[in-house]
């Protein structure tokens, strides 16, 4: 701590009187919740058990007096109305839960005039519950980065008083937003003793008289547990995030045709000459739509070749461009290094080296491994090509670990291995999830070989993950990625050091999401509630890495439902699953506003009529689509169809969910599946017809309780089914 403003220091002087009378008080558990009226403010205090009393401020008019009208009990708290000269106060106190230490507060200001905000005090200062020198101590874990969560996790170290989560939501403070013109990223942040929210400055666009605009929306989730570990620390966040998210205002979804989408991206994959550039005798994806600066990548090649055919396996149909990318895949092993390479070896040197990893032998480190995952699950697939490759480049794969002993650079020469740049940023370390990715590799490899000398190789990389806590993500995909292998060495070795290594790799992953529904300038014409972003500091959100995100999510479900895990671990998965399905039709460009889109674009071209999706969806003030629209995040439609529509054997009709399914099973007339989630949250499950016949008799039962559907227009029915159940579908 180096200082504190003003409004922390009247706090604290304030609270160290101790002459406030509380005007209501609330128990929860060991905490106590009493509300406070000053002359200029409503205060909230929490007091810790062990000696913290988080204060937080409500209700403010500076330099004036704020009147209070009334008290009233309503559902599950109290509602305040207050007055000032700036306008009039509602502020309402809840306690959602029984029983879970969860306070949600909101306030809402009608102004009485115009008004511009320059400044307003962040809302939460920490002091001690009796006069004592300074402020107590803690730690902030997680905040705020750009336009992620309104998120703080938070441990109190001295006094020893447990542990808050901050939710800010938000999705309420949209029209404060629109009103003046601000953004809600980077609004949730610290400098202790201050915690938690702060309007974004309206310095030229004023709140209307009249208009009733909500100022705050936080819940405040305490648990008295201090945790000393990063395994703690990361379980306790988890747990808490899902306890928050069972309350927390979520937007509604939509049913979108996938295959539908999936048809158009198909047609406009394999035939728009501006995804494709030729090379030698072989044709080659581009990165981005008509970028043909850039050598073809074999990343690229296999990020996409990897969702086609997981559609060619559910639907059997043949697609040319599969076959093309299969084609060209051999190009990229170097006979010399004995590996598979980034570039394409025959065109490398026409790589312009205007950035440091755009030359012929310098290894961006996960995109060694990458594409050897994708080339081992092809093995797996039968391709004996795939195979030959994957086996071929292992040796070198190891050497490069070893070397970097399984901490590697961001950069480094393949031939001489040097670093070339060895950390993101300075005292950030490298590429701290490739670990992870290299352990998954190596799981691949014992999978395929039967050779445990690839467990122990897994095992090593594992073990070097520990200690990086909440500063183990580098590329989220990658980082899913991560936790998939640790899973797969769990179950394995039944050595619980791994799922609690998951857990971290997944509290990294749920630190960097947007839970909150931007509706402010472009962002009312797309979703963004629970999307992911690709990396810590990314001001924008990609289809690509969320793509990846997504499969990984089913793949740690799937696998993961062989052993119980933690329940707030299957709610956060199967939730961003179901809202990714909704969500990720707006990174088509056919399906935004063209107004929207950028007239300046870093790599190639946007093509706004092209269903190939955008890398970069952004805040609402900013254009989407700054950097291009990505060849390599073309497998969108073709991860969600196969695993998302449930073709069901000898039936005219096929079973869409918006969660995932697991432990499916067929009978003659039968389909049984169970949905992971929470009982407390539901998902949409649509019968589909196939043809004009009309559907047979359907009936649903889940759990023990049969459900009745909704016929929708189309003659489709549509049941509503809660998580974490069985459910039967039945037809005659």
Not at 408 to 429: C, H, Q, R, S
């Amino acid at each position: 701590m180096q200082g504190v403003s003003p409004w922390a220091a009247s706090v604290k002087e304030i609270f160290d009187r101790g002459e406030l009378s509380a005007v209501y008080e609330h128990i929860l558990t060991n905490y106590t919740v009493n509300v406070y009226h000053d002359h200029n403010t409503l205060y909230i205090s929490v007091a810790c058990p062990k000696g913290a009393l988080v204060v937080i401020r409500a209700a403010y008019s500076p330099a004036d007096q704020l009147i209070l009208n009334s008290l009233n009990s309503i559902e599950n708290g109290v509602e305040l109305h207050l007055t000032a000269t700036i306008g009039r106060y509602a502020v309402k106190i809840q306690f959602p839960e029984q029983g879970r230490n969860l306070i949600r507060y909101t306030t809402i200001l009608r102004p009485a005039e115009d008004l511009l905000m320059p400044f307003w005090p962040r809302d939460i200062v920490v002091v001690h519950k009796k006069r004592s020198k300074g402020y107590p101590e803690g730690e902030v874990h997680i905040n705020q980065e750009g336009t992620r969560s309104g998120l703080q996790y938070v441990v109190f170290d001295k006094p020893d008083s447990g542990a808050l989560l901050y939710m800010q939501n938000l999705t309420a403070l949209n029209n404060y937003c629109e009103a003046t013109q601000t953004s809600l990223a980077n609004t949730v942040k610290a400098h202790w003793p201050e915690l938690g929210f702060a309007l974004p400055p309206a310095k030229d666009k004023p709140l209307l008289a009249g208009h009733e605009t909500t100022l705050s929306d936080a819940f405040l989730l305490f648990d008295e547990n201090s945790p000393k570990t990063e395994t703690a620390l990361a379980t306790q966040f988890l747990n808490m995030l899902g306890a928050v998210y069972l309350h927390l205002p979520k937007p509604a979804t939509q049913y979108h045709a996938w295959p539908d989408i999936l048809k158009m991206g198909l047609t406009d994959l394999q035939f728009s000459h501006g995804c494709w550039s030729h090379a030698g005798s072989e044709d080659y994806l581009n990165a981005y739509v008509c970028d043909y600066d850039t050598p073809p990548e074999l990343m690229v090649q296999m990020a996409v070749l990897m969702p086609l055919h997981d559609y060619y396996k559910w639907s059997g149909e043949e697609m040319p461009a599969m076959k093309k990318i299969i084609n060209g895949i051999g190009s990229f092993y170097d006979k010399k290094r004995k590996t598979m390479v980034r570039w394409l070896p025959a065109v490398a040197d026409e790589l312009d080296g205007k950035e440091e990893q755009l030359k012929p032998n310098v290894m961006d480190s996960w995109y060694l491994h990458h594409p050897l995952i994708n080339l081992g699950r092809m093995a797996l697939r039968g391709d004996k090509d795939c195979k030959k490759y994957f086996l071929d480049s292992l040796s070198f794969v190891i050497k490069v670990a070893r070397h970097f002993k399984y901490n590697w650079p961001v950069f480094y020469n393949m031939d001489t291995l040097e670093v070339i740049k060895a950390e993101t940023k300075d005292g950030m370390g490298g590429e701290k999830d490739v670990a992870g990715l290299y352990a998954y590799l190596m799981m691949y490899s014992w999978q395929i070989t039967g050779d445990k000398k690839y467990l122990a190789e897994a095992e090593k990389a594992a073990k070097t993950l520990k200690g990086k806590g909440f500063a183990l993500f580098y590329q989220a995909n990658n980082t899913a990625f991560s936790a998939n292998a640790l899973l797969w060495l769990y179950l394995e070795t039944n050595k619980q050091e791994y799922l609690d290594l998951s857990y971290i790799c997944l509290a990294n992953i749920f630190r960097n999401t947007q839970l909150w529904e931007c509706n402010y300038g472009y962002a009312k014409s797309y979703p963004t509630f629970f999307s992911i972003f690709p990396l810590n500091d990314a001001p924008y959100t990609a289809a690509y890495e969320e793509q990846e995100v997504f499969l990984a999510m089913h793949t740690y479900l799937y696998y993961s439902a062989k052993k119980a895990i933690l329940p707030s671990v299957q709610l956060l998965l199967t939730e961003f699953i179901r809202n990714i399905v909704h969500r990720a039709k707006y990174y088509y460009p056919p399906n935004l506003p063209k107004e929207m889109l950028s007239d300046e674009v870093k790599m190639g071209s946007v093509d706004p009529n092209l269903w190939i999706a955008l890398e970069d969806i952004r805040d609402g003030w900013e254009k989407s689509g700054q950097v291009g629209q990505e060849v390599y995040g073309a497998g969108v439609a073709f991860g969600i169809v196969p695993r998302h529509y449930h073709r069901v054997p000898g039936a005219n009709f096929m079973i869409y969910t918006d969660y995932p399914v697991l432990s499916e099973s067929h009978g003659k007339k039968s389909f049984t599946f169970k949905l992971p989630g929470n009982e407390r949250l539901s998902c949409r499950l649509t019968i589909l017809k196939n043809d004009k016949e009309k559907l047979p008799d359907i009936k649903l039962k889940a759990g023990s309780k049969s459900l009745k559907s909704e016929r929708l227009k189309d003659g489709n029915l549509e049941f509503t089914v809660a998580g974490d159940q069985q459910v039967k579908i039945t037809w005659d």
